[in-house]
């Protein structure tokens, strides 16, 4: 659990910082306190993200929320237990702001998580959900989605981009030129 009033002191950490590098924890229990955090979360979230996840705002805890439009979902301790498709999709990050790339995700999952009761659901997704998903359980796996980009002449940055710096040395240290 975060500290008391962790809250108060919540921003969202970028890339280049050691937390989104590290596989999350998993939750042991869900708790009022968590439920009360991810909530407290969407403000973070929104308005131009559609998911994030904990180690984004400095927690290792295995746990994202996101909204493509049906409102909060929260998501613990996730598991794809299937994938199935493939496509191509322009993807963006709060923690890598201004910068986008095509990647490839599974165009269907079947997820295995804890919901906000701390129920143990297994649900299927698809498409954009589906994409959401992935892309949030790579952040609890110490993944961003510039780590699977195929081909850097796709990745598009946007002018004043205050990760760019540090986006050329990720991409650089896997043998590739931006």
Do not use: W
């Amino acid at each position: 659990m975060p500290p008391s009033g962790y809250t108060d002191h919540m921003k969202i950490v970028l890339i280049g910082s050691p937390i989104l590098r590290q596989k999350a924890k998993p939750i042991r229990k869900m708790t009022r306190e968590l439920v009360h955090l991810a909530e407290s979360m969407e403000d973070f979230m929104k308005p131009t993200g559609v998911g994030l996840a904990a180690p984004q705002i400095g927690l290792s805890q295995a746990f994202f929320i996101y909204d493509v439009g049906e409102g909060l979902h929260l998501v613990a301790n996730p598991q794809i237990l299937e994938r199935k498709g493939s496509a191509s999709a322009e993807e963006g990050c709060l923690s890598v702001p201004g910068v986008y790339a095509p990647i490839d995700r599974a165009t269907e999952i079947t997820l295995s998580y804890l919901d906000h009761t701390g129920k143990r659901r297994i649900h299927k997704y698809v498409d954009f959900e589906a994409r959401v998903i992935q892309h949030e359980l790579d952040h609890l796996q110490g993944m961003l989605f510039v780590d699977r980009i195929t081909d850097p002449s796709t990745i598009s940055v946007q002018e004043g981009s205050p990760v760019a710096a540090v986006l050329t040395q990720t991409i650089k240290g896997k043998g590739q030129e931006l």
